[in-house]
C-alpha cells in the first residue's frame, strides 16, 4: 500500500455529482446525518430495504415497484429483492427518445455510424417483430457471437422486450468456445456477423458459423449480420439462415410493445471463462442487474444525461452488459470493436478526442501497454471532456495508477473496479467523492456487505484474505442454467463459509477504506504455508523495462510450494544472471524476501482469457502435466505448449 494521494475532486465537482443529490435523500429517508461516504455505505447495508427503494426511485426505475423491497433477507442464496414488482429491461434503457446520439459506433476498418434514440427504438422494434414471427416467447434463449457494434444492442433489447433471455460471445471465439456456451442453453436464434476486423485484417467466420449452426439443434433461424459485405453469401451456404437485412427489410417500424415482468425474470446468461472444464451458465435477473447497473452508473460513475459513455469490451465480457445499461441513464454508448493497438495505441485516444468522451472504461491491461509503449495522450490529444477513467479486468498495478495521471489527465477520476461475470458488475469500485491512492480501489459498493475474512471467518483490517460479502444483494445470479437442486451455484459461492457470498479474491482492506485485490484466491500461492497474491509479484517485475509482463504459479515441488515466475522480455534482451539478480532484488526490495521466486523463466507468449485475463490457473496446470480442459476459453491456447516438461523446472 501507498500513502501517496494522487486525485483529490474539488468542492464544485463533488456538488454536482448524483451522489451528493442520493446523499441528502438518504438522510431524510434514514433521518440521519452522513458526514463521509463511510456513512452512507453503513446505512445502505444495514437499512438494505430503504437503500434499495430509494435506488429505485432515485435513479428513476420504470415499473411497478411492489409492496415489498426485501424478503428472507437474511437467506443467501434464497433472498428475494421487489418480489412483487414487475418492469421490462428494455423499457428502462429505451426511456428516451428524439434525435440525439443514442450510439456511436467505430469500426476498426474505419467506419463510423451514428444511430439517434429514435433510430434506436425503429431498430429495436423491427427485431421485435421479426423474432415475434420467429415465435420467440418469454423465457426463450436467444444466442449472438457478435462484435459489439449497435445491431447486437438493438437485437438484446428486442429480446429483452420480450421476456426472452440473452447470451453473447464474440466472434474470435472458436468453434467449440462456442458450443461449450451456447450449446448448453439451447437457444431457439442464433446470431453471427459474416465477419469481422482485428489488427488490420477482415476475418471471415463463415466455416465456424455453418460448424456450429449444424449443432445448435434447437435453432429455428440463424440471422447473418453485415459487417464485410458478405452477409447474403454467407446466409446462402448456411441452413436455416436468412441476411438480416433481407429479414428486416419487410418490417416497419412501430413502437415497442414491452412486457412487464418479475423482478426476478431471467435477462442474460454470462459464463465463466475459466479452464477447469466447460463454463458455468451464470444467470442474472432482469430487475437484479437494472437496478445494481444504474446504480453503479449514477453514484459511483457519477453518470448523467447526456453523457458520452465508453468501456472497451467484446460481447463475450461482462462489461458489454454493463456499458449497454448506460443507456438507461440517457448516456450516449460510444462502441468501438476491432483492436485497441491498431494501427497504434492513440486509436480509443483519438475516439475519446473526437467524441468528447465523459467515462473511458478499459482494462488494467490496456493501461499498461499504453504505458509501456512510450505514448503520452496528456500531450497529444483533448482529453478536457473526460471526467473518469475506470480500469478492471485484473489489479491495476501502482505504477500504472500513477502513469494515468501523468500521461493521460491530471484531473481524472481514476476508478479502479473489481466485481465479476458472477455478479454482472462489482463488488468494490470508484467513489466520486472520494480521494484516489496509488494501488488502491476506492471502496466498496453502496448495498454490499462487503468485507475481508480470515481462514476462520472472522473479519481482518489491513491484512490478506478472501473477499466475502455477508448479506444478499440484487444481482446476485439467480442460479445457473441446468442446475437441478442448485448444487453447482451453492458450491461456486457458498461452501467455503455458510451463508456468506465468498468470491474467490484474495483482498485486502487499506488504512484509507479502499482496498486492494492481490489476485484470485485460487491462485494464491502458498510457499512454505504462507499466502502470497500473485499481483503483489507482478506490481513489481512489470515496473522494469525489460520485462513486457509477467505471469507467476505455485509449483509442487519438494514437499513444498516453490514460487515460478515467468517472463515475457521486451524485443533484443536475454534471461541472463544480471537480469535474474536484479528482478529478484526488485522483488525482495518491492514486496518482500518471501516473494522472490525460486525459478526465474522467459516464455514467447502468456496465455490469456478472451477477455485479456492471464491464465495461471491453466499454466500451473500445465507445469504440473494435468491435462486442460476449457482451452477454448483462450484467446492464444498455443501459448500453453510453451509451459509444458520445462527443463528448469525439474530440479
Avoid at 442453453?185 to 453471427?192: H, N, T, Y
Avoid at 473477499?467 to 448444487?487: E, H, Q, R, Y
Avoid at 484474495?506 to 484466491?521: L, N, P
Wanted: proline share 5%.
Amino acid at each position: 500500500m501507498s500513502d501517496k494521494l494522487l486525485w483529490k475532486p474539488s468542492c464544485a465537482r463533488v456538488s454536482a455529482l448524483p451522489i451528493s443529490a442520493f446523499l441528502k435523500a438518504a438522510e431524510t429517508k434514514a433521518g440521519a446525518t452522513f458526514s463521509s461516504y463511510a456513512d452512507l455505505h453503513r446505512w445502505s447495508v444495514e437499512d438494505r430495504e430503504g437503500f434499495w427503494d430509494l435506488v429505485w426511485d432515485f435513479c428513476g426505475i420504470v415499473g411497478d415497484k411492489g409492496e415489498t423491497v426485501l424478503a428472507d433477507g437474511d437467506k443467501m442464496p434464497g433472498a428475494s429483492f421487489f418480489p412483487d414488482a414487475t418492469l421490462n429491461f428494455a423499457e428502462n434503457l429505451l426511456k428516451k427518445t428524439g434525435s440525439g446520439d443514442a450510439i456511436v459506433f467505430r469500426g476498426e476498418d474505419k467506419i463510423e455510424r451514428r444511430l439517434s434514440w429514435t433510430e434506436l427504438h425503429q431498430l429495436t422494434s423491427r427485431f421485435q417483430q421479426l423474432f415475434l414471427s420467429l415465435k420467440v416467447k418469454k423465457g426463450d434463449r436467444i444466442a449472438a457471437m457478435m462484435p459489439n457494434m449497435p445491431e447486437t444492442i438493438a437485437a438484446m433489447l428486442a429480446a429483452a422486450s420480450i421476456g426472452a433471455v440473452w447470451s453473447s460471445c464474440s466472434p474470435d471465439f472458436g468453434e467449440q468456445g462456442v458450443l461449450d456456451r451456447f450449446g448448453q442453453i439451447e437457444p431457439v436464434v442464433f446470431i453471427a456477423p459474416d465477419g469481422y476486423w482485428y489488427n488490420g485484417k477482415a476475418i471471415e467466420v463463415a466455416d465456424k458459423i455453418v460448424a456450429v449452426a449444424a449443432k445448435l439443434e434447437t435453432v429455428r433461424k440463424v440471422l447473418i449480420v453485415d459487417y464485410l459485405g458478405s452477409s447474403r453469401d454467407v446466409a446462402d451456404v448456411i441452413d436455416k439462415a436468412v441476411a438480416l437485412e433481407e429479414a428486416l427489410s419487410p418490417l416497419v417500424a412501430k413502437p415497442v410493445t414491452f412486457e412487464r415482468l418479475p423482478f426476478s425474470h431471467p435477462l442474460y446468461i454470462l459464463f465463466s471463462s475459466g479452464t477447469t472444464g466447460i463454463p458455468k451458465c451464470i444467470a442474472h435477473s432482469a430487475g437484479g442487474t437494472l437496478i445494481q447497473h444504474v446504480k453503479e452508473h449514477r453514484l459511483h460513475a457519477g453518470l448523467v444525461e447526456g453523457d458520452r459513455f465508453f468501456y472497451f469490451t467484446t460481447c463475450g465480457w461482462m462489461m458489454w452488459n454493463w456499458l449497454v445499461s448506460g443507456l438507461a441513464s440517457g448516456a450516449t454508448l460510444l462502441l468501438y470493436d476491432g483492436s485497441p493497438f491498431y494501427p497504434d495505441g492513440n486509436v480509443l485516444f483519438s475516439f475519446a478526442d473526437a467524441e468528447k468522451m465523459s467515462f473511458f472504461g478499459t482494462s488494467a491491461k490496456f493501461i499498461d501497454s499504453v504505458r509501456k509503449a512510450g505514448l503520452k495522450p496528456i500531450r497529444s490529444h483533448d482529453l478536457s471532456t473526460l471526467r473518469a477513467i475506470s480500469s478492471t479486468g485484473s489489479p491495476l498495478s501502482p505504477e500504472d495508477f500513477r502513469f494515468v495521471y501523468d500521461g493521460i489527465k491530471k484531473d481524472v477520476h481514476l476508478a479502479s473496479v473489481s466485481g465479476g461475470t458472477d455478479i454482472v458488475s462489482c463488488f468494490v469500485l470508484g467513489v466520486p467523492t472520494q480521494p484516489v491512492w496509488t494501488g488502491e480501489i476506492q471502496g466498496p459498493g453502496l448495498g454490499l456487505a462487503v468485507d475481508v475474512w480470515d481462514d476462520d471467518g472472522k473479519p481482518i483490517r489491513e491484512q490478506k484474505g478472501e473477499l466475502v460479502c455477508t448479506k444478499a444483494f440484487p444481482s446476485m445470479p439467480i442460479g445457473f442454467w441446468n442446475d437441478p437442486g442448485g448444487k453447482k451455484y451453492q458450491t461456486a459461492y457458498f461452501e467455503r463459509f455458510d451463508n456468506v457470498w465468498c468470491h474467490g479474491d484474495f483482498a485486502e482492506w487499506t488504512a484509507h477504506g479502499g482496498m486492494i485485490i492481490h489476485g484470485r484466491s485460487d491462485a494464491t500461492l502458498n510457499p512454505g504455508g504462507v499466502r502470497i497474491g500473485t499481483a503483489e509479484i507482478y506490481n513489481q517485475v512489470e515496473q522494469m523495462p525489460e520485462i513486457l509482463e509477467a505471469l507467476c504459479i505455485g509449483q509442487d515441488f519438494d514437499n513444498d510450494v516453490r514460487v515460478v515466475l515467468f517472463v515475457r522480455l521486451a524485443a533484443g534482451v536475454t534471461l541472463d544472471e544480471d537480469l535474474e539478480k536484479r528482478i529478484r532484488a526488485k522483488i525482495r526490495t518491492g514486496a518482500s524476501p518471501r516473494h522472490v521466486p525460486a525459478k526465474i523463466v522467459a516464455v514467447s507468449d502468456i496465455p490469456r482469457t478472451k477477455s485479456g485475463k492471464i491464465t495461471e490457473l491453466a499454466v500451473r496446470d500445465v507445469v504440473h502435466g494435468r491435462a486442460i480442459k476449457n482451452k477454448e476459453a483462450l484467446a492464444n491456447p498455443e501459448a500453453l505448449e510453451l509451459f509444458k516438461n520445462l527443463g528448469k523446472l525439474t530440479n
